[in-house]
């Protein structure tokens, strides 16, 4: 069966500090992936994305992530955390045997950036 | 407003009564889906709509459970005798097409009492 998983539910960091989100994927094929970030009461904001080419792919807000084909992970990193970077965060697959574009998300971790 | 909107924000309904969520999605965009949020969980698939028609409706978990695109644009979901467990925030997407990144609305919170 296909899956992702976010194995933290919440992620603690100080303000300045590198930012690590992990995500891991089981699939046969390429996915496409991508992380969204979700601030109370309002919807997902797309941050980045990975299609093909460039396993570094470079995002919104100074986030970037990794794709490893050979760990099936899709990390999500920020090399200094701010306070306003608080907020859940979900890695999501589209499984390219589906047609249609549908995402499977991560459970989602909280990120807590403390001054 | 150039984003995806949702109304209402908010739905407070009883148990057994019929709800309809709105969606407008951007202007232009072809590809719409819902999903639905649960607390502490990540959203899940319910239906994708390519134009007016309902190209993938697997993630609908039951026949109370319909959605329309009528003119390709704007989209209603409903559910008819809502239980307990319909209870979660309703998040409505649009790409422009299927092969892109999909932007959400803030989505409409269900409460069933």
């Known amino acids: 069966a296909q899956s992702v998983a976010q194995p933290e539910d919440q992620v603690n960091v100080a303000e300045g500090n590198p930012l690590t989100v992990k995500c891991t994927y089981s699939v046969s094929g390429n996915p496409y992936l991508f992380w969204y970030v979700q601030y109370p009461n309002r919807g997902l904001q797309f941050l980045l994305k990975y299609i093909t080419g460039d396993n570094l792919v470079k995002g919104s807000y100074g986030f970037e992530a990794e794709f490893n084909k050979s760990q099936t992970s899709f990390h999500l990193k920020k090399p200094s955390a701010l306070v306003s970077d608080s907020a859940l965060y979900f890695c999501a697959v589209r499984f390219t045997t589906d047609s249609w574009g549908k995402l499977q998300f991560g459970a989602g971790t909280q990120v807590v950036v403390t001054p | ?113």
Do not use: M
């Not at chain 2, 409706?57 to 809502?82: M, Y």
């Not at chain 2, 307990?84 to 269900?110: K, M, W």
């Open chain 2, 1 to 113: 407003g150039a984003g995806v909107s949702q109304t209402p924000s908010n739905k407070v309904t009883e148990k057994g009564k019929y709800v309809e969520l709105r969606c407008d999605p951007i202007s232009g965009h072809t590809a719409l889906y819902w999903y639905r949020q649960s607390l502490g969980q990540g959203p899940e698939f319910l239906i994708y709509f390519q134009g007016t028609g309902a190209a993938d409706d697997s993630g609908l978990p039951n026949d109370r459970f319909f959605a329309v695109r009528p003119e390709g644009s704007v989209s209603t979901l409903k559910i008819q005798r809502t239980e307990r467990g319909d209870s979660a925030v309703y998040l409505c997407a649009s790409s422009i097409d299927s092969t892109n990144e999909q932007f959400f609305g803030p989505g409409t919170r269900l409460t069933v009492l």
